[in-house]
């Protein structure tokens, strides 16, 4: 479940948040750290300082939200200042750096593509985590309700007949400063056949958060509805297809090719 997943999962994600940009600006098997990594130093700076500021503004939050966000931002900052360092920009002028910034090799261009997808990844998950809001209540329809800054209006319950099912179909009205923002129809399905019930969820998505309501059953002259608001949730598929973008990318990456089809020939 979710606690074992956080125990597991997360102290391996820090330790490799904070080893891949020093990583990947190192020299390969003549690398000394401190010189290498010192242009990170902005980087990490701002990454920090980032950190601290998230800390200072949340009021009550978990200490996970500024921690993840550091991170993120670390990767992703990382991630460019690698880029800079290889285009050299600063040392050969703007014009010049370009040019050597477009001719980067595919591989180059994947790696960080890769790095930033993690980047974003890392940043839903820790919003998620640490700001995610949960309400569970048994409404009347027509009955309102506030949840993260979001007014939820229940406006009522129809009848549904699927082809191989029936359903309660739920219509509530989300609002953000009186102004309408979604319309979620969750259901309460029931499939005769298999004699088994399903709950279907009310979904509306944006950049910054995902409205996630269930629908559950009928008591006490109401029914039960869970609210989820998760900050940024869309956040960690973008970072996935970035990554999975990258990591094609860098497929394609002519060097790699020939270096496969030479080793081939030894064979």
Same mark, same amino acid.
């Given at each position: 479940?979710a606690?074992?997943f956080?125990?597991a999962?997360?102290p ?11 990583g ?5 098997k003549?690398a000394q750290?401190?010189?290498?990594g ?6 990490l700076?701002l ?10 503004l ?6 996970l939200?500024p921690?993840g966000?550091?991170?993120s931002a670390?990767?992703?900052l990382?991630?460019l200042t690698?880029l800079? /360092?290889?285009?050299?920009?600063i040392d #050969?002028?703007? =014009? ?5 910034? &477009?001719n !980067?090799?595919?591989a180059d261009w994947?790696k ?6 993690l ?5 839903g ?8 809001t949960?309400?569970?209540?048994v409404?009347?329809?027509g ?5 993260s800054?979001?007014?939820f ?6 009848k549904?007949?699927g ?13 953000k400063?009186?102004?309408l923002v979604?319309?979620?129809?969750p259901e309460k ?6 004699? /088994?019930?399903t709950?279907?969820?009310g #979904?509306?998505? =944006? ?5 996630? &309501?269930? !629908?559950g059953?009928f ?11 998760k900050?940024y ?8 297809l970035i990554?999975?973008f ?8 002519r ?7 030479i080793?081939?020939?030894?064979k």
């Amino acid at each position: 479940g979710a606690p074992f997943f956080e125990i597991a999962f997360t102290p391996f994600m820090v330790v490799l948040a904070i080893f891949l940009p020093l990583g990947a600006i190192l020299p390969w098997k003549r690398a000394q750290i401190l010189r290498a990594g010192s242009p990170l130093i902005g980087a990490l700076s701002l990454s920090v300082a980032i950190g601290l500021l998230i800390w200072s503004l949340q009021t009550g939050g978990r200490i996970l939200a500024p921690i993840g966000l550091a991170l993120s931002a670390w990767v992703i900052l990382g991630s460019l200042t690698d880029l800079l /360092m290889r285009c050299r920009m600063i040392d #050969i002028g703007f =014009s010049a750096g370009l040019r050597r910034l &477009i001719n !980067l090799t595919r591989a180059d261009w994947g790696k960080t593509f890769a790095h930033i997808g993690l980047g974003l990844t890392i940043f839903g998950i820790s919003a998620i985590t640490a700001w995610e809001t949960e309400d569970i209540r048994v409404a009347k329809i027509g009955e309102e309700f506030e949840v993260s800054g979001y007014t939820f209006i229940f406006e009522d319950v129809s009848k549904i007949n699927g082809k191989n099912y029936t359903s309660d179909m739920g219509t509530i009205n989300a609002f953000k400063n009186n102004k309408l923002v979604a319309i979620l129809k969750p259901e309460k399905r029931f499939y005769p056949v298999q004699r /088994m019930p399903t709950t279907e969820a009310g #979904i509306n998505s =944006s950049l910054k958060r995902d409205l996630y &309501i269930a !629908l559950g059953d009928f008591q006490d002259n109401g029914w039960t509805i869970r609210t989820y608001v998760k900050p940024y949730a869309v956040w960690i598929w973008i970072g996935c297809l970035i990554m999975a973008f990258g990591g094609l990318l860098s497929m394609t990456d002519r060097r790699l090719r020939f270096a496969s089809t030479i080793r081939l020939k030894q064979k």
